[in-house]
Each structure stands twice: as C-alpha cells, then as structure tokens.
T-cell receptor, first 113, second 116 residues
C-alpha cells in the first residue's frame, strides 16, 4: 500500500514552459511535505518543502502547492530549464527527524532545449 | 559545505558474501538512515538510527543489519548477499529537533551494489 504516489513516471517539457509534477498521499497524519531532486550518480538533494498548515510555498522558480482536502501536492517549475532535467521525489513526513518519511517512486523530468 | 559520504560508489559482490557499506556525515547530525532505491519503488527505508548504538528497523530490514558505534558513522551490513539485494543504496542524515530543518534529509551520493 503506497502512502505516497507519483503517478507519472516521466514528464517532458519544452524549455521556458511550466513543469508540473504531481503527488498524491493517503495518510492524513502527514504534517510536512518535501520535494527532492536527484541527478544521475548523485544522491537526492532537498529542493522545497511545505507545512501542512500552508497551501503554497514559493522559492524562486519553484512553487509547491498543497491541497489537503484532496490529499494532493504539486511542484511547479517556471520557467523550466534544461538543468532541471532530473528525477523528482515527493516525500511526506509525520513528525520531525525523518523517522516517518515516505517517498514516492519519483518522476523523471526532461526539459528540452 | 555539509557532506554525507559513502565508502564506495560501485560495488560488485558474489552471492553469499558479507558486504559492508559505510556512511559518514560531518554535520553532527543525530539521525542517520539507510535507504535502497529501485526503479518504480522510490526510496525505501531499511534501518535508521537516532543515536550512537541505537537502531530501529525501517520498512524492509530483512537481510540487513546496521551498526552505529560513532555519531558520524553508520554502517549497513548484508550478512549474506543475494541477487535481490542488487540496488542503489543511499545513506542520509537529519538533525534532531522541532525546526522545519529537521525534516530535511541530507543524502550521500549512493552506492550501486551488484550481487552476481
């Protein structure tokens, strides 16, 4: 039973356009949500996060939206750049410390020049 | 520049061998984790540790054990490697506390293990 789902294994976007990556979760006890970015042969790196008490968090070109009623979050990248091509993992946490963090399967983003 | 390092980037072992994967972090983090990453399955937690000599099972601990003798070092042990343990292994760490930063995990570069 996957508590965190990323239903799109891959996404292809033209440079300069918006990339939207989606994530659904089932556990209403999750109180914090994170996105990580992973390049080949490297470990994931933290990108952006959002607390469950908010519905939007923005950091430069990256914005995360949270819809608690739908148990859905999305990552928007505007404008997309070729360097954004990577695998993006959605993660949901119940409490601090990372002990109860569940990761999605990841979405591979291709940004075409 | 904070860092999590892993002892090997690539490793090839034979079935039945004992395998040691080591992870070191320089951030003075209390919490450390071992994950495996497989296509279509994301990152799955094998074991974690919240203090020296303390360890807890994650979601898929079978076939693995861990050791944390020093705060900065967390080792993953495959007692008798099997082909289904061929995977990418990722180590991570976090700080303790209630601040939002304690949700964020810092990952090492990963070890690609192949068991033949």
């Amino acid at each position: 039973d996957q508590q965190v789902k990323q239903n799109s294994p891959s996404l292809s976007v033209q440079e300069g356009r918006i990339s939207i990556l989606n994530c659904d979760y089932t556990n209403s006890m999750f109180d914090y949500f994170l996105w990580y970015k992973k390049y080949p042969a490297e470990g994931p790196t933290f990108l952006i996060s959002i607390s469950s008490i908010k519905d939007k968090n923005e950091d430069g070109r990256f914005t995360v939206f949270l819809n608690k009623s739908a148990k859905h979050l999305s990552l928007h990248i505007v404008p997309s750049q070729p360097g954004d091509s990577a695998v993006y993992f959605c993660a949901a946490s119940e409490g601090t410390g990372g002990f109860k963090t569940i990761f999605g399967a990841g979405t591979r983003l291709f940004v075409k020049a | 520049d904070v860092k999590v390092t892993q002892s090997s980037r690539y490793l090839v072992k034979r079935t039945g061998e004992k395998v040691f994967l080591e992870c070191v972090q320089d951030m003075d983090h209390e919490n450390m984790f071992w994950y495996r990453q497989d296509p279509g399955l994301g990152l799955r937690l094998i074991y974690f540790s919240y203090d020296v000599k303390m360890k807890e099972k994650g979601d898929i601990p079978e076939g693995y054990s861990v050791s944390r003798e020093k705060k900065e070092r967390f080792s993953l042990i495959l007692e008798s490697a099997s082909t289904n343990q061929t995977s990418m292994y990722l180590c991570a760490s976090t700080s303790r506390g209630l601040a939002p930063s304690s949700y964020e995990q810092y990952f090492g570069p990963g070890t690609r293990l192949t068991v033949t």
